[in-house]
């Protein structure tokens, strides 16, 4: 076994034997988030359902958008749902190393604790703004099936795992290069409007479909429409999703594990 694979095996089972700091530490985000909140964990539906609410209202009354049978709200909600857990938790987590300095540089603990925490805090967050998805399923009268919910939940392991990932990376590099999470701002605003959220990927002329494809949100919003609302998904989409994914996972943490021996320098 190479040095590298024990390096890695010993870095993943302290993370592992973390658990506890973990969980603890991704609470306090939620705590610190909505402590002095009156409304609480109600803005994590009420975020993504004003997005909905203004796309719905621009995009059924001056520049209706196709969405078949399935009402455009739902349609729209469904997607954003995702999305709004992948920005919000690559915002949070690439500022994580930075707004904790004084803690890196005073007690040893796996480094990587922060930002998952702060991408935990955020799934929670996702999974109260689904509670939504599922009543609106339900009004509609869209049935559940066994194989759609099954898809949802690779989509979801594909989508922490990019996550992960790019936050990992977003994180480590922000720590050397302040700039890294304005840039990561604006790359969020510009791929929002390359990724079908606002519209179906049938609006994609068919030459473009597979390029397209190449996003790695593209089959993890897909996936999460064609479990929901009942629509047909190419599975290869999710399969170059679930690769551009790991490759993320596996070369952000690999960034993150190699710089965190500098953090220190850089307080």
């Known amino acids: 076994m190479t040095t590298a694979a024990v390096s890695t095996r010993a870095a993943w089972r302290e993370?592992?034997?973390?658990?506890?700091?973990?969980?603890?530490?991704?609470?306090?985000?939620?705590?610190?988030?909505?402590?002095?909140?009156?409304?609480?964990?109600?803005w994590a539906i009420a975020q993504p359902a004003a997005q909905v609410a203004i796309f719905?209202?621009?995009?059924?009354?001056?520049?209706?958008?196709?969405?078949?049978?399935?009402?455009?709200?739902?349609?729209?909600y469904v997607a954003i749902v995702p999305w709004t857990f992948l920005s919000t938790a690559l915002t949070?987590?690439?500022?994580?190393?930075?707004?904790?300095?004084?803690?890196?540089t005073k007690i040893y603990f796996p480094r990587e604790?922060?930002?998952?925490s702060a991408m935990l805090a955020r799934a929670l967050d996702f999974v109260v703004a689904s509670a939504l998805v599922l009543v609106l399923v339900i009004y509609y009268g869209l049935p559940l099936r066994a194989e759609g919910l099954l898809l949802l939940a690779v989509?979801?392991?594909?989508?922490?795992?990019?996550?992960?990932?790019?936050?990992?990376?977003?994180?480590?590099?922000?720590?050397?290069?302040?700039?890294?999470?304005?840039?990561?701002?604006?790359?969020l605003q510009l791929w929002f409007y390359g990724?079908?959220?606002?519209?179906?990927?049938?609006?994609?002329p068919a030459e473009f479909?597979?390029?397209?494809?190449?996003?790695?949100?593209?089959?993890?919003?897909?996936?999460?429409?064609?479990?929901?609302l009942n629509r047909p998904m190419p599975l290869e989409w999710l399969a170059s999703s679930g690769a551009v994914a790991v490759a993320c996972l596996v070369l952000g943490y690999w960034f993150f594990k190699r710089s965190e021996?500098?953090?220190?320098?850089?307080a």
């Open 209 to 228: 479909r597979a390029l397209y494809a190449l996003n790695p949100v593209v089959g993890i919003l897909e996936a999460h429409r064609a479990a929901w």
């Open 195 to 204: 990724s079908p959220i606002i519209y179906p990927m049938e609006a994609v």
């Open 261 to 266: 021996t500098l953090f220190s320098d850089i």
């Open 92 to 104: 949070d987590m690439s500022g994580a190393i930075v707004e904790n300095m004084r803690l890196v």
């Open 113 to 116: 604790v922060l930002p998952l």
């Open 15 to 42: 993370l592992v034997g973390a658990r506890d700091l973990l969980w603890t530490w991704t609470l306090r985000n939620v705590r610190a988030r909505y402590q002095q909140s009156i409304l609480g964990w109600f």
């Open 155 to 187: 989509a979801i392991v594909i989508q922490l795992a990019l996550t992960a990932g790019l936050g990992l990376a977003a994180a480590a590099a922000n720590t050397f290069v302040r700039d890294v999470r304005p840039l990561l701002v604006l790359a």
């Open 56 to 76: 719905a209202f621009v995009f059924t009354k001056f520049v209706p958008v196709d969405t078949g049978s399935t009402p455009y709200v739902l349609f729209s």
